[in-house]
């Protein structure tokens, strides 16, 4: 094995080990095949995207009380006309019959 073998295993980061059931595992690898992927390629994906939703949605943010003011101000103000996304939300979207 070579210095730059060594080196790229060590990149890598702990596994991950995880017990699924056959009918799961079943399914997992079909979705990874149809993807064109390993199965730890998209186990890891999906995994990751998940954690990113999971984070992002319980995102806490602080701001200094005249921050905060416009803040609640720009939420509060009613909404604008916007007559572009009005005439993309009343079209037909693409998938529809």
Same mark, same amino acid.
């Given at each position: 094995?070579?210095?730059?073998?060594?080196?790229a295993?060590?990149?890598?980061?702990?596994?991950?080990?995880?017990?699924?059931?056959?009918?799961?595992?079943? +399914?997992? &690898? %079909?979705?990874?095949? *149809?993807?064109? !992927? @390993?199965?730890?390629?998209?186990?890891?994906? /999906?995994?990751?995207?998940?954690?990113?939703?999971? +984070?992002? &949605? %319980?995102?806490?943010? *602080?701001?200094? !009380? @005249?921050?905060?003011?416009?803040?609640?101000? /720009?939420?509060?103000?009613?909404?604008?006309?916007?007559?572009?996304?009005?005439?993309?939300?009343?079209?037909?979207?693409?998938?529809?019959?």
């Amino acid at each position: 094995m070579s210095k730059h073998d060594v080196r790229a295993r060590r990149a890598t980061s702990p596994n991950i080990n995880i017990r699924v059931k056959p009918h799961t595992r079943a +399914l997992i &690898d %079909r979705a990874a095949a *149809t993807t064109d !992927k @390993t199965v730890t390629e998209f186990v890891l994906e /999906a995994a990751c995207r998940e954690a990113e939703d999971v +984070l992002l &949605d %319980r995102r806490l943010f *602080t701001l200094n !009380k @005249t921050s905060y003011q416009a803040f609640v101000a /720009a939420l509060d103000a009613p909404t604008q006309n916007n007559p572009k996304l009005q005439a993309l939300l009343s079209r037909k979207p693409l998938w529809g019959n």
